[in-house]
């Protein structure tokens, strides 16, 4: 079946109309047959004339892409507290799935094949109360609606009140105005960390968050390339950071990223001479040549998280009166960031350097996750807490796990995006850990994917549908009789059921940008298209 442009069907059904009234004045007809007449020639126009052209009107407004304005859309948020605006779209069923599969066995190489175009009903598609206390995975290629989906979500999140933290590798500033915006019209702190910005950043303290030297101590070993984590190196590494962190703890100084580099590049001889524990009593005895030889892989890990601006950012001063960049900025931690239900940006700059991006990343999630432990043993409800991780496989670790698995006992909802699922094998070694990844998002969300294996996942997740089938077969035969030569006509007709997949996994290849398929709370999808958000 050939598609018709969408214009098309309009023209045809305004030339039916003509057609009617012009035949209705020819042939002398009153004003109200004339007008029965018009509105029968209208529907003519519209069932039999173009139905060809009605398909096509119906893909050309899924390819238009809704506005919304970020006043309308906090009003919203607020006046309906159990929804989250998704989008445009509707229910994907049996009957949708039927659809699809007739279109594509009459144009199997059509690449204008869309999910919308066989949605009957566009309404607004949302997140219901159970689903949106659940984790969601984000899928899709670059520039095919992760951030503003990110944006749509955490703008009604801040006009509901919750604390909002975004983690954003790339920093896209229009996503961080988006948010200071937001976050000013309802007087609600914001912060941001822009390494590469430290002019327009606020300072912040990852490791004011953590009640044990051990948890510390694994916080910052975490960061020492993997090759070496698992070794003596990074095993010696732990148990130097461990020791002098429990001096810093016993003598109640902050535990700073330069505090730790003094006392690592002292031997802990500083703190030795006012508290001689044990541990500071053996690592202050050991071979100054072979600790140095043993902390290499330490050593630049705390280097770069302290020097120049960056150090100022993340670390106070170790000396009272010491002059730095950040006297006019606000200098926070995590969780005060969250009592206040404030709005923090990350921007970690993954372009310019991504192992400086990595490491940060690594440290946030880590100390959010020293947060959520906190409130799980006090029994502290608090305020919502909704995470917005981008780029997921650039800064997952541990922590980030530890987050998604008991997170919302605490009142963490974690959004996390990745391009293909791949990159979470890579970034956690094996697919067993990515897959205990995915298996933690109640929601997924898939946008335009390129990669096979991520469609191939994304589809099972999907599920079958049995969808009719059938074919035609006529036939004729001639054979010779006693009474000469005889001809013999057939035709035939077969129906049966078939099971296919719910989301064909090429059509995930080819959505539009914006344009998304759903899996909410494990027992319902949706096909849809995000709004742009306006301001």
Known sequence: MSRVPGWEGVLSWIIALALSVWTGRWVGLGTLAMQGLALTGAALGLVVLAPQGLQACRL???RHVARIGRPRLER????????????????WSTSQAQALYQRLCSA???AEVLLLSHVRFMR?????????VGHTLVMGAPGTGKTQLFKLLALQAIARGHCVILLDPKGGGHLRQSLAQAAAQVARPYFQLLPAEPEHSDGLNLLANGRQASELASRISRLIPADESDNAFGQFAWMTLNRIIEGLLALRQPVTLKALRFHVGDQGHALRARLPLPGLVELTTHDPTHYRKMILALTPVLETLTAGPLG?????????GHHTVMEDRPRVHLAQVIRQAGVFYAGLGALSDEALSRALGGLLLADLAAVAGDRYRDSASGVPVRLFVDEAAEVTNPA????????RECGFVVTFAVQTLADLE???????????MLGNAGNLIAFRTLDPESRRIWAERAGSAWVRTGSDSVGAQQAQGYKGWQRGYSAGRTRQLQEVAMIPEALLGQ???LHFVALLGGRRTVAGRLPLVKG
């Open 124 to 132: 607004p598609v949302f997140l219901q109360s159970e689903e949106a």
């Open 312 to 320: 100022a950012l993340l670390s106070p001063p170790l000396e009272a």
């Open 108 to 110: 199997p190489d059509s």
């Open 511 to 513: 959505l539009p940008n």
């Open 426 to 436: 890579v970034a956690m070694r094996g697919p067993a850990p990515a897959r205990m």
């Open 400 to 407: 980030f796990i530890q987050l998604l698995n008991k997170g």
């Open 60 to 62: 050309g407004r899924a």
């Open 76 to 91: 919203w948020a607020r006046r309906h507290p159990e929804r989250w605006l998704l989008g445009q779209g509707g229910p």
